[in-house]
């Protein structure tokens, strides 16, 4: 054990004291009103050491100051100290001057810097030679923790830990295991000797990942669900080609454009409107009138149910309408091309029962008007009767040519009344199916509104904004109501909705194949989301485990530690709210943390801090009280004690003992 005892210290021109020799004992008392340099003399030895102050500062004001603030100039600033180390005396001294040089061409010295130098046992030394020595007989950080009782508990709570942790030495991973069988299953986790604080950095940033995988999965399986159409693609199909034929009639029939945009344009305000009313209704009544939540959402979804039946009701009557126009039309076409076949019977009857009648005025040549020879007329006979024979038949043959033609564009027609015929009895069907469906819906939608009466809660909800917005909808509802439209703005409305609902079919359509494909995508998302879950779970499991160990381990530490002290007691870990552990470092004294204790018991325990590093460090260093005045009486320790005590002394005084007075 090395003992380190201040023997004399001489001041001169430090701080303001121009001169001061104090001979210490074991018990050294110094005396003072605030301000006459009691700390003054704690600083000193520091400098004397280390060339900084009690406060750890290397730049501070050694010099003497003048009435006007400013250093006095020319005084040598010294501090020498006498230590008994283990029997051996040792003199130190540290002097700081100032640098005057005289430079060329000017008469006087200029001020030029400061300079210190340095002595051992009288002996000019280099500062290296000085550091060396000090260091030899107490390192400066070894130093401030054993002469300041409030310095331990001064530092970083890490840097306090370390320090007791190196007293005591750390506790080995496989022990803290092997002491609970809880534990066991980390002996597999931490293979290679993996740090716990390294896994479970690990284990959270995986969990963190994971959850935000996990969080982001049913937005992403809402997104496939709203993707996908739900449609008869057959009904569309069909429906896509009436809805073209009504685009190209109404193509036809409209002269000018049409002024719906602006119509559109009010209908989309005020759809915006609505939309953001019904958010902060459904977000006031959130709040407000809960015991109806669980029924408004079934109204709303029975509503919802009735509306979606209402546009398929509306789409199916369109297209039992278009189907019973396209019928009628087919049926008046097929009559017309009836009418024209029997007419081109009739043609074909008549022209087919023409015969042959030779013109007598073909006899005779046409120049010479000689009537021809037997011969030569039987052959302009034969050839008249071959072109007549030839031409009735390509009359017959073109007519019975446009029969044929007008026959199959009969049976095409005949065959498109079929097939609408059949699709208007099942449109039909589905009217009447789905009227049904209406009527239980509306009856399922009154029996829940008079359930929700029956509650009898009346609560008025509102929500801030609420007249505004009812006002804004008010007057684009009055807008909407004085709008006209043009002569041809129905024929163009209508255009318009049938090109949206092609558009809209043409997607559904494009969107057939994709259907299977997000479903399947669903099924991978959701068996993503339940292996998340198990690995987060697992997980969290692990991380359970390393703060079980962790706890497991500091409760260790702390019995090693606190077995120490006497009375203090270290508290090496917090216990949070959620059930987690915070690591810390903190001081009691009687239960009490030592940053809320008073300064008495600060003290007291800050020596019992320092006894216990002494031992450890196997140093006894001079220890420096401030406000001594404040305790009655100190613990024992083996250290030399030098009291800091206010007193109304107007100068310094210095009382001596050789033996303390123990608590």
């Known amino acids: 054990m090395k003992n380190i005892l201040i023997k004399k210290l001489i001041l001169k021109n430090f701080k303001g004291i121009k001169e001061l020799v104090i001979d210490f004992e074991k018990i050294t008392n110094i005396l003072g009103e605030n301000a006459t340099g009691k700390t003054t003399v704690f600083d000193s030895f520091c400098w004397l050491l280390f060339g900084k102050d009690s406060k750890d500062r290397k730049d501070f004001e050694i010099k003497t100051l003048g009435p006007d603030g400013e250093a006095l100039h020319g005084l040598e600033h010294s501090v020498i100290g006498i230590l008994d180390v283990n029997g051996e005396e040792i003199t130190l001294q540290r002097i700081f001057t100032e640098k005057w040089t005289k430079k060329k061409g000017l008469a006087d010295k200029v001020f030029s810097g400061h300079e210190t130098t340095y002595y051992i046992n009288q002996v000019p030394a280099k500062q290296k030679e000085y550091n060396e020595k000090v260091t030899n007989i107490l390192a400066d950080n070894t130093f401030k923790l054993l002469s300041n009782p409030l310095y331990f508990n ?46 479970r950095k690990k284990v959270k940033d995986q969990i963190s990942k994971y959850s935000k995988d996990k969080e982001s999965i049913p937005f992403r399986i809402d997104e496939c669900n709203n993707s996908i159409v739900e449609e008869d693609f057959k009904i569309l199909e069909d429906r896509k080609v009436i809805i073209q034929n009504g685009i190209n009639a109404l193509s ?10 602006e119509n559109m344009k009010l209908e989309k305000e005020l759809s915006d409107l609505k939309l953001k009313y019904n958010s902060k209704l459904v977000e006031a009544k ?15 979804d029975k509503k919802y149910e009735i509306n979606d039946l209402e546009h398929q009701i509306q789409i199916l009557n369109r297209d039992k309408f278009d189907t019973e126009e396209a019928i009628k039309a087919a049926y008046g076409i097929r009559t017309n091309y009836i009418e024209k076949q029997k007419s081109l019977r009739d043609i074909w009857h008549k022209e087919n029962n ?16 000689r009537e021809y020879e037997i011969e030569q007329l039987e052959e302009i006979r034969t050839n008249a009767q071959g072109y007549f024979e030839e031409s009735k038949n390509n009359k017959r043959n073109s ?61 008025t909800i509102t929500f801030t904004g609420e007249q505004e917005l009812t006002n ?14 043009t002569d041809n703005t129905e024929l163009a409305n209508r255009k318009l909705n049938l090109e949206r609902e092609l558009e809209n079919i043409s997607k559904q359509l494009g969107k057939k194949d994709n ?68 690591e810390c470092c903190e001081a009691l004294i009687d239960g009490v943390p030592f940053s809320n204790a008073n300064t008495a018991s600060q003290i007291n325990a800050g020596i019992e801090i320092i006894n216990t590093l002494s031992e450890f460090y196997e140093v006894n260093a001079p220890i420096f009280i401030d406000n001594r005045e404040s305790i009655n009486q100190i613990v024992p ?27």
């Not at 036809?252 to 945009?261: E, L, R």
């Not at 804004?472 to 439209?485: P, T």
């Not at 083996?638 to 608590?663: G, M, R």
Request: net charge negative; glycine share 4%.
């Open 252 to 261: 036809k029939q409209i002269a000018a454009g049409d002024n719906s945009s």
């Open 472 to 485: 804004s909808i008010n007057e684009i509802k009055g807008k909407i109501a004085n709008f006209k439209l």
């Open 154 to 199: 001064s530092i970083e709570w890490k840097k306090q830990r370390e320090i007791l942790l190196e007293i005591i030495g750390d506790i080995d991973q496989d022990n803290v295991i092997n002491y609970k069988k809880e534990l066991k299953p980390l002996e597999q986790l931490l293979s290679n000797n993996t740090p716990i604080e390294d896994f």
């Open 286 to 300: 959130e709040n407000s009138n809960k015991p109806l939540d669980e029924f408004n959402i079934q109204i709303s």
């Open 399 to 459: 007519i019975n040519k446009q029969g044929k033609e007008l026959g199959e564009k009969i049976n095409q027609l005949e065959t498109s009344i079929k097939e609408n015929s059949e699709n208007l009895i099942g449109y039909e069907e589905k009217l009447s199916e789905y009227n049904s469906k209406m009527e239980l819906l509306k009856s399922e939608l009154e029996q829940l509104e008079k359930d929700k009466q029956s509650l009898n809660i009346n609560n």
């Open 515 to 582: 259907n299977e494909t997000l479903r399947k995508r669903i099924q991978d998302l959701q068996e993503e989301e339940r292996t998340l879950a198990n690995e987060i779970a697992k997980l969290e499991g692990y991380d359970f485990l390393c703060e079980e160990f962790i706890r497991t381990k500091v409760g260790l530490l702390e019995e090693r530690i606190n077995s120490k002290f006497k009375t203090v007691r270290f508290k090496l870990f917090k216990q949070q709210i959620n059930g987690g552990i915070d």
């Open 637 to 663: 320790t083996d250290s030399q004690i030098i009291n800091l005590i206010v007193s109304k002394d107007k100068e310094l005084k210095v009382e001596c003992k050789e033996k303390q007075e123990v608590a």
């Open 354 to 369: 023409v015969i042959f009648e030779f013109d007598e005025n073909e006899k005779f040549c046409p120049t010479c008007h």
